[in-house]
Nanobody
Framework: QVRVVESGGGLVQPGGSLRLSCAAS????????MSWYRQAPGKERELVAR?????????NYRDSAKGRFTISRDNAKNTVYLQMNNLKPEDTAVYYC????????????WGQGTQVTVSS
């Protein structure tokens, strides 16, 4: 049984930092590209960051996250992280972890989401 579980969300002030974790089990983690998506109320789900399963992991970020967010993975722990710095109110959303086999969009597993609220 595949499980994808996010953690680390919470309430943080603008300019603050938060580190999200996503632990996956029941799959061969090193075969999966891993991504963080987010969805704010009334908005479409959007890609925040992605890290490939190949090599050391190639990363991609949406423009609004570049320079502030860092995605990384630890294959030994079957875990992907999202370090979020200089958080802004517009970062407020439910953040979801996606495990994508071979990065092809064919077999994907989603976590339950973790709430991030940026407010003073």
């Amino acid at each position: 049984q595949v499980r994808v579980v996010e953690s680390g969300g919470g309430l943080v002030q603008p300019g603050g930092s938060l580190r999200l974790s996503c632990a996956a089990s029941g799959l061969t983690f090193s075969d999966y590209a891993m991504s963080w998506y987010r969805q704010a109320p009334g908005k479409e789900r959007e890609l925040v960051a992605r890290i490939t399963h190949t090599g050391g992991g190639t990363t991609n970020y949406r423009d609004s996250a570049k320079g502030r967010f860092t995605i990384s993975r630890d294959n030994a722990k079957n875990t992907v992280y999202l370090q979020m710095n200089n958080l802004k109110p517009e970062d407020t959303a439910v953040y979801y972890c996606d495990a994508d086999q071979y990065g092809l969009g064919r077999y994907r597993y989603w976590g339950q989401g973790t709430q991030v609220t940026v407010s003073s």
